[in-house]
């Protein structure tokens, strides 16, 4: 099996390293922006690419309440 990690960056996005799919509500794949095995998913929920990081939490301001 594949070795797959969550990071969660501070003050921004989940960060998943290794093969992993990601499915929509439906359990469609969703298509993945960026190089295959790196993915980062929104937290800050203001990213217009979501459930996919633009960067927005940046240009935003946004901070996470409590470190993680």
């Known amino acids: 099996m594949a070795k797959v990690t969550i990071e969660v960056l501070r003050n921004g996005p989940y960060f998943i390293t290794g093969e ?8 469609q794949p969703i298509e993945a922006p960026g ?3 790196r993915l980062k998913l929104c937290r800050c929920g203001r990213s217009e690419e979501k459930p996919f990081c633009d960067g927005a939490h940046r240009t935003t301001g946004w901070t996470e309440k409590e470190p993680t």
Do not use: F, M, W
């Open 20 to 27: 992993v799919q990601l499915l929509d509500a439906d359990e």
């Open 35 to 37: 190089p295959r095995g």
